[in-house]
């Protein structure tokens, strides 16, 4: 599967941007899907993630209760809401999919990334 992520942009802090992460290829609802991101320097980290059937959704504490994960199987796609941004979320942000349970892996399928900067 390939996964391209858009959406990302420049905002003021407190302001909302939603990231989109499209899937080529068939049998998307048999990937669990995932955000992370990574700020210049540090190592990437995990953001959320949705379950196959899009019923079960995680989170990192640093966006739960901002951002929101959710999917549409139907049209290959996975979204993330960001409501309330802060100058600490500015990151590259990507889009991840494994078939298997746990965290993806280098050995999964990645997007290219998609550039979120909020400024103070």
């Known amino acids: 599967v390939q996964l391209q992520a858009s959406g990302g942009g420049l905002v003021q802090a407190g302001g909302s941007l939603r990231l989109s992460c499209t899937a080529s290829?068939?049998?998307?609802?048999?990937?669990?899907m995932h955000w992370f991101r990574q700020a210049p320097g540090k190592e990437r980290e995990f953001v959320a993630s949705?379950?196959?059937?899009?019923?079960?959704?995680y989170y990192a504490d640093s966006v739960r209760g901002r951002f929101t994960i959710s999917r549409e199987n139907a049209k290959n796609t996975m979204n993330l809401q960001m409501n309330s941004l802060k100058p600490e979320d500015t990151a590259k942000y990507y889009c991840?999919?494994?078939?298997?349970?746990?965290?993806?892996?280098?050995?999964?399928?990645w997007g290219q990334g998609t550039q979120v900067t909020v400024s103070s």
């Open positions: 991840a999919a494994r078939q298997g349970g746990g965290l993806p892996t280098s050995s999964d399928y």
């Open positions: 290829g068939r049998a998307f609802s048999t990937y669990r």
């Open positions: 949705v379950s196959w059937t899009g019923g079960n959704t």
